[in-house]
């Protein structure tokens, strides 16, 4: 089952159509889709494909595994090459007298043993691409390696007419994965499993929401689990200290000098190293305050992926994996309260930003925001210390929203004591209020004076 994606097809449909050289670079993070994407890209081109997925091994033993499919692919049976750069100049070469796809999955792989080797690949494409009809794919799970690849000032910068960076979904297609549950319990399985594919794929209809979190992820040695674990193994040797940065994260030290504060409690070195790894993995997300974005001390560190989340707070640190053989009863006895009251009040907040932001691609919201994120008020004069964790701006001013995920509909109290905490700030006034609840609104409040959303406006 395909799902989404469709801005990225018509980058690859518009692409194909056109008959000269074309290249499509794909990058993001494991199991987001990106083969998936391809090969549903080029399902139905008329002209051959030669695709080949490059493995975690030396430079020559991929190469070695790549020309067996050359000389099948080109029925030229003694064809040998001693080096890459042979290689691709031969494939663009024969691009000039046949029109195919060349798809280069994984290719991360190779510039992680010798980067140079995306300049053999850009010699190539210049020697031939005037006379080629080549449609070349390449694609790479190492973000920062796969982005560094087409950045100035690297060889290949230039020579890819369409580049797409894969996300996870958001919460909205994710749903799409599992359109019979209810907008609660959608909110909950995206809150757990987030935007990636293949874990959304897992996803069992036949079963509740919660029983797809017990068989899938908090029971010992689930297949979420055993992912997880292999991502951060296969990207370094230092697992470990990468383990202890989101365990920081999970604690609560968000700001660099707060986890560099517990590493050095614990006598590890500074943490650049393993943020940058975590930001290149897409497992945790570098957040500025939108009226401070360039104040060092206001940047802090979120983990953006919500199964990462679930488990390094939930998991990871679990008591004895024995436990988690009766999901059920580790869930209850060591779970639920917190995530019920903590964990997914938090992402809906998250959610809320994603939602917003659909509302207002899809002109829903006026005037449209050009700005959303949280806000900072420091001032020490005053005796001011607050963060508003969803506001956007727009060209009339600020809206700060207020996320109620709770049983209890938005009341007219509600209401007040956000105005009382919106009122008389430095350097800021609020032009409106927006209030975005799980369970609506009670009857006597005024819609008219707020910017009122509930869950149900959310899968609309």
Do not use: W
């Not at 927006?434 to 819609?447: H, M, R, S, Y």
């Amino acid at each position: 089952m395909f799902i989404g994606r469709e801005v990225e097809l018509k980058q690859i449909e518009e692409s194909l159509r056109r008959h000269e050289y074309q290249g499509v670079f794909v990058y993001g993070r494991r199991r987001v889709g990106k083969t998936e994407l391809i090969a549903k890209g080029i399902a139905n081109v008329t002209y051959r494909v030669l695709q080949f997925e490059f493995r975690k091994t030396t430079l020559l033993g991929n190469l070695k595994l790549f020309v067996p499919f050359v000389r099948e692919f080109f029925a030229d049976p003694y064809v040998d090459f001693s080096s890459f750069d042979a290689l691709f100049d031969y494939l663009l070469m024969k691009s000039e007298s046949e029109e195919y796809v060349l798809v280069l999955d994984e290719f991360s792989f190779l510039l992680a043993e010798d980067f140079t080797v995306e300049s053999s690949l850009a010699s190539a494409i210049d020697g031939h691409k005037r006379n080629s009809k080549l449609h070349l794919f390449v694609s790479g799970s190492y973000i920062g390696l796969m982005e560094k690849m087409i950045d100035q000032p690297s060889h290949s910068y230039g020579r890819f007419q369409r580049i797409i960076c894969l996300r996870p979904f958001d919460y909205y297609d994710s749903a799409k994965f599992y359109p019979e549950y209810s907008p609660e319990d959608k909110i909950m399985l995206y809150s757990v499993f987030g935007g990636v594919a293949y874990f959304n794929a897992m996803i069992d209809g036949g079963k509740s929401a919660l029983e797809n979190i017990f068989d899938l992820v908090i029971r010992a040695d689930s297949i979420c689990e055993h992912e997880i674990e292999g991502t951060i193994m296969a990207e370094t040797t230092k697992a470990p200290q990468l383990n202890e940065l989101l365990l920081s994260i999970v604690r609560g030290n968000r700001k660099y000098t707060d986890i560099a504060s517990d590493f050095a409690a614990q006598g590890k070195t500074k943490p650049d190293y393993f943020l940058e790894k975590l930001i290149d993995l897409d497992f945790i997300a570098k957040v500025a305050p939108i009226n401070d974005e360039g104040n060092r001390r206001r940047i802090h560190y979120r983990i953006k992926d919500n199964l990462v989340d679930f488990y390094f707070r939930y998991l990871f640190t679990s008591r004895t994996k024995e436990l988690r053989n009766e999901p059920e009863f580790y869930f209850k006895h060591f779970i639920e309260k917190d995530f019920i009251e903590q964990y997914l009040p938090h992402k809906f907040e998250e959610i809320s930003k994603q939602f917003l932001l659909r509302m207002n691609f899809s002109g829903r919201i006026e005037p449209v925001f050009f700005k959303i994120g949280e806000y900072f008020i420091d001032s020490p004069r005053l005796g001011i210390n607050r963060q508003f964790d969803i506001v956007t701006e727009d060209e009339q001013g600020y809206v700060a929203y207020e996320c109620k995920y709770r049983d209890a509909p938005v009341c007219n109290q509600d209401i007040h004591e956000e105005e009382f905490q919106t009122k008389n700030l430095p350097d800021i006034t609020f032009r409106k209020l927006g209030f975005i609840a799980k369970n609506g609104f009670d009857p006597e409040v005024d819609l008219n004076k707020i910017i009122a959303f509930s869950l149900n406006d959310f899968y609309l």
